[in-house]
């Protein structure tokens, strides 16, 4: 089971729509990726560009704005019920708005691949390499299909 903590500090409003797509995204992600026997947590915030690009800058050296960051955690507290914390997901808004415009497809489904992308982060998949990248788009595109959020939707 994966408990979903959400903060939003973008300073617009989200959709109950809009949250819960995130948040079905990530309960198919650890359904597919994670042992179900197990209890795990992630925090998924929602920022826009001048906080993701001071975190961006802060935590990655660029100076830029981005759709999304990863801060892995991979730890388990055993003081609270054996959870294991997976880290943080911190999602720009004005970026997802922006890409879901540049892809011809709604917010909600950008927010989720987003979310799909970062947690793969979270649990280790990265795309520095080719190889690697290849590996981390069929899992997303995996995920994706389950909840069927193909690219055209």
Request: glycine share 2%.
């Amino acid at each position: 089971m994966i408990e979903i903590l959400f903060d939003n500090r973008a300073g617009v409003s989200l959709s109950n729509e809009f949250f819960d797509t995130v948040k079905n995204a990530l309960n198919a992600a650890s359904n597919e990726k994670l042992d179900k026997d197990k209890n795990y947590e992630v925090s998924v915030s929602f920022v826009d560009k001048e906080e993701i690009q001071s975190l961006n800058k802060t935590y990655r050296d660029k100076d830029s704005v981005t759709d999304v960051l990863s801060f892995p955690m991979d730890f388990e507290d055993e003081d609270i019920s054996d959870i294991i914390c997976l880290g943080d997901i911190v999602i720009c808004v004005d970026r997802v708005k922006e890409q879901a415009g540049e892809f011809c497809h709604s917010e909600e489904r950008e927010a989720a691949y987003l979310s799909v992308h970062s947690f793969l982060h979270l649990i280790g998949y990265d795309h520095i390499d080719e190889e690697d990248k290849i590996i981390m788009r069929r899992e997303e595109e995996s995920i994706m299909d389950i909840l069927n959020l193909k690219k055209d939707k």
